[in-house]
């Protein structure tokens, strides 16, 4: 298993030391969680602060998008740095073209499905991406539970992706410790965010490297 930390539970007021400690407790890659106010209930970074972080980390940075118009900001993430900008298909862009547009900056596309939506919602993108992110907590803050009951939506991807011979990596984000990690790897997940689960740790390092062992 991949770990993507999740920068929403750092310290944000001490943003580069934080980004540079979890780089160097063994992260695969950053989770950096994007909210406009209007896609979700909260409001967090956008591009200045993460071009601001890139000196940082040499990890690939994971952008998710929780924004409603991710077509019209793609570019700014690039720039500011991003590896992977993935973006929800419940979002207002159209997403052939935010996902081609993605790719034309030289990132990497995906995109995310909330808890409601079904995983067939992401097969006519699947060999367009680079990686599918499902939500298993309700996009919009770091801390709550997680939801077990997507697990049949990641088994369901995975099976798909298998089937058709592609590499596209699924990533779960959302309420994943040491406690629920078992459950994503069995499903099939490659790549899990964990917020709390790494930030709150006694010993990040530890938890990186337990979630790392699945
Ligand atoms: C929620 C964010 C997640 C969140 C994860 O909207 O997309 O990345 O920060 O945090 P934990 O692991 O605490 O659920
Ligand atoms: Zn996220």
Same mark, same amino acid.
Do not use: W
């Given at each position: 298993?991949?770990?993507? !930390?999740?920068? #929403?539970? %750092? ?7 934080? /980004? ?5 407790? &063994? ?13 979700? !209930?909260? +409001? ?11 000196? %940082? ?7 998710? #998008? ?7 900001? *793609?570019?700014?993430?690039? =720039?500011?740095? $991003? ?21 034309? #900056?030289?990132?990497? !596309?995906?995109?995310? #499905? =909330?808890?409601? /939506? !079904? $995983? ?15 939500? /298993? ?6 801390? @709550? ?15 798909? +992706? ?7 990596? +699924?990533? *779960? ?6 406690? /629920?990690?078992?459950? %994503? ?5 490659? +790549? $899990?965010?964990? &917020? ?13 490297? =337990?979630? @790392?062992?699945?």
């Amino acid at each position: 298993m991949k770990v993507a !930390p999740s920068m #929403l539970s %750092c310290d944000f007021s001490k943003m580069g030391e934080e /980004t540079r400690r979890i780089s160097k407790a &063994g992260a695969d890659l950053l989770h950096l969680d994007v909210m406009d106010g209007h896609f979700v !209930p909260n +409001i967090t970074i956008g591009p200045s602060v993460i071009a601001s972080i890139r000196p %940082c980390s040499e990890l690939p940075f994971d952008v998710h #998008l929780m924004i409603d118009d991710p077509l019209k900001y *793609a570019e700014a993430f690039a =720039k500011a740095g $991003a590896d992977y900008i993935t973006f929800h298909v419940e979002a207002s862009s159209d997403i052939d073209e935010t996902i081609e547009k993605i790719r034309s #900056l030289g990132v990497k !596309p995906g995109i995310v #499905l =909330k808890p409601k /939506t !079904p $995983a067939e919602a992401a097969f006519p993108y699947l060999d367009k991406v680079d990686m599918v992110l499902v939500m /298993t907590v309700e996009p919009g803050f770091g801390g @709550q539970s997680f939801m077990e009951d997507m697990m049949p939506k990641v088994r369901a991807l995975r099976n798909e +992706i298998d089937r058709r011979g592609l590499s596209t990596l +699924i990533e *779960a984000d959302g309420g994943i410790s040491e406690k /629920t990690i078992a459950a %994503c790897s069995k499903a099939g997940v490659d +790549i $899990a965010v964990s &917020g709390t689960g790494v930030f709150k740790a006694k010993d990040p390092a530890e938890a990186i490297r =337990k979630l @790392q062992s699945y």
